[in-house]
C-alpha cells in the first residue's frame, strides 16, 4: 500500500539519535535547546517550547493564555480532534466556526458573524485557534484584526504548517497570533516520532509555557517566592505543570530533520503541481491556491463532484484503497464526534463543514514518493472516476 504520509529518515538521522543515545543526557540535555533554536531561526521566531507532543503544546497554550472554566474557545470543525479537546482539558466550553468551502479552513467571515451574535449573547469567546489545514495558512490577518475589535486570542494550530509561509513570513512567526503550535508525528512534515513545540513572541508566555512543560517548576531565581533561595538542590514549584517535556533523543531526530526541512516542503510543493495538472481536468476540485499563502502540503485532498460522477466517495475510496493506494479522508467533523454532540452540537450546524467532509479525499504525497508511484495513483484516478 502507497500511504498517504510517510516520514523520510536518513543515515543522518539514524547516527544523530544513536550519538544521542551513547551521551550523558537521553533527555533534559542540551538538544532540546538545540532544536528549540533551530526551529525558532527557520521560522523567524521569538521563543520555542519543545514538548512531547502537539497535543501537550495547545494544552499548555491555552493554559499559558489563561483559558479555564467559564470560558469559551472557538475552532475548526474540520481538523483533528486535538485542536478542540485543549480548551476542554483547562475546563473551558468548545464552540466551531464554520469553514470556507474552498481551502477547507475556518472561514474568516464565518467568525466575523459568529462574533457579532456573540456579543450580543455574552457568548464572546477567550480564544480561537484557527487550523492551517493541509499545511495552507488561514486568512489570518482577518482573523487578527477580528482579534483586536472582539479581544480573542489566537492559538494557530500549524500542525500541518511548519516551513509554509503566509504573506512572505515563515508560519510560526505568529505575525497574527498569540502562540502557535507544531506537530512532529511521523505523518507530518518533519518528524520527532512524538512531539510538538510552541512558538511565541511574547516573553511572559514563554516563562508560562516552560513552568508548564515541567511540573510548574522553576530554578530560575528571579521567578521563586521564598528568599532561602540559595542552596545549590533548590527549585520551587510555583503552578501546577506537567511532565510534557521532549526527550535529547527526539530533539536529537528533530536537529537532523529540519536541516531538510526546506527540501521536504519543496518536494511536496512538486508532487502536489504534479497532481494539480493532471486532476485539473477531473470533476474534482484540487486544492486552491493563493498569491499570499505557500503551503507545506501536509495534504493533498481533493473535493469530488459526486452530482456529475457516477460513483459515490466510498465507491471511489475503496477502489483506489483495492489498488494499493492508501487514500484517508480529513477529517470526520470534530462536533459529528459521539463527545462533542453530546455536547449539545448538531451535524447541521456546520454545513460546510459537512458538505467538505462528504466529498473529500486525501491522496498520497510525502517526500519520498516517487514519479512512477505518482503516475500509478493518477492513472488509476482517471480509472475509477471513468
Ligand atoms: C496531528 C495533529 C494534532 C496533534 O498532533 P500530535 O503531535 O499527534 O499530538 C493536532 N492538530 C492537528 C490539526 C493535527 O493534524
Redesign the pocket.
Known amino acids: 500500500m502507497i500511504p498517504y504520509g510517510r516520514q523520510d529518515i536518513n543515515a543522518s538521522d539514524i547516527d544523530a539519535v544513536v550519538r544521542t543515545l551513547k551521551s550523558d543526557f537521553l533527555t533534559q540535555g542540551p538538544i532540546v535547546p538545540l532544536f528549540e533554536e533551530s526551529v525558532v531561526n527557520y521560522c523567524g521566531a521569538q521563543y520555542g517550547v519543545a514538548v512531547n507532543?502537539?497535543?501537550?503544546?495547545?494544552h499548555i497554550a491555552c493554559l499559558a493564555l489563561g483559558i479555564g472554566r467559564g470560558d469559551i474557545v472557538w475552532t475548526s470543525p474540520i481538523?483533528?480532534v486535538?485542536?478542540a479537546n485543549c480548551a476542554i482539558y483547562c475546563g473551558a466550553e468548545v464552540d466551531f466556526v464554520d469553514i470556507d468551502l474552498a481551502t477547507g479552513n475556518l472561514s474568516a467571515a464565518k467568525l466575523a458573524e459568529k462574533l457579532s451574535e456573540a456579543s450580543k449573547t455574552g457568548k464572546l469567546p477567550k480564544a480561537v485557534i484557527p487550523?492551517h489545514?493541509s499545511g495552507r495558512c488561514c486568512d489570518m490577518a482577518e482573523i487578527f484584526s477580528l482579534s483586536k475589535s472582539y479581544g480573542f486570542k489566537i492559538i494557530e494550530?500549524a500542525?500541518?504548517a511548519i516551513g509554509g509561509r503566509y504573506q512572505d513570513a515563515f508560519i510560526g512567526g505568529c505575525n497574527y497570533s498569540d502562540i502557535t503550535?507544531f506537530?512532529?508525528?511521523p505523518?507530518?512534515i518533519i518528524t520527532t516520532a512524538?512531539?510538538?513545540m510552541c512558538l511565541t513572541k511574547d516573553k511572559a508566555l514563554y516563562n508560562s509555557l516552560k513552568l508548564l512543560r515541567s511540573h510548574g517548576i522553576t530554578r530560575d531565581v528571579e521567578e521563586m517566592m521564598s528568599s532561602t533561595n540559595d542552596s545549590p538542590w533548590y527549585y520551587e514549584q510555583i503552578t501546577l505543570g506537567y511532565n510534557y517535556r521532549m526527550t535529547d533523543l527526539q530533539a536529537a531526530l528533530g536537529v537532523s530533520q529540519i536541516k531538510r526541512l526546506s527540501h521536504f516542503v519543496e518536494r511536496r510543493n512538486e508532487i502536489a503541481a504534479i497532481y494539480d495538472e493532471f486532476l485539473e481536468k477531473l470533476p474534482l476540485n484540487i486544492p486552491s491556491r493563493s498569491s499570499d499563502v505557500y503551503s507545506s502540503y501536509?495534504l493533498y485532498s481533493i473535493q469530488l463532484h459526486l452530482d456529475r460522477l457516477s460513483k459515490t466517495r466510498l465507491q471511489i475510496f475503496n477502489l483506489l484503497r483495492q489498488r494499493e493506494i492508501g487514500v484517508n479522508v480529513h477529517y470526520i467533523p470534530v462536533h459529528t464526534q459521539p463527545y462533542f454532540s453530546r455536547m449539545g452540537h448538531l451535524p447541521q450546524d456546520f454545513p460546510n463543514a459537512i458538505d467538505y467532509y462528504s466529498k473529500t479525499i486525501s491522496l498520497p504525497i510525502f517526500p519520498g514518493l516517487k514519479g512512477d508511484q505518482q503516475k500509478y495513483i493518477i492513472d488509476a484516478i482517471y480509472e475509477v472516476l471513468d
Open positions: 507532543s502537539a497535543t501537550s503544546a495547545l481538523t483533528f486535538a485542536s487550523v489545514l494550530d500542525s500541518h503550535v506537530s512532529f508525528h505523518v507530518k512524538e512531539g510538538g501536509h
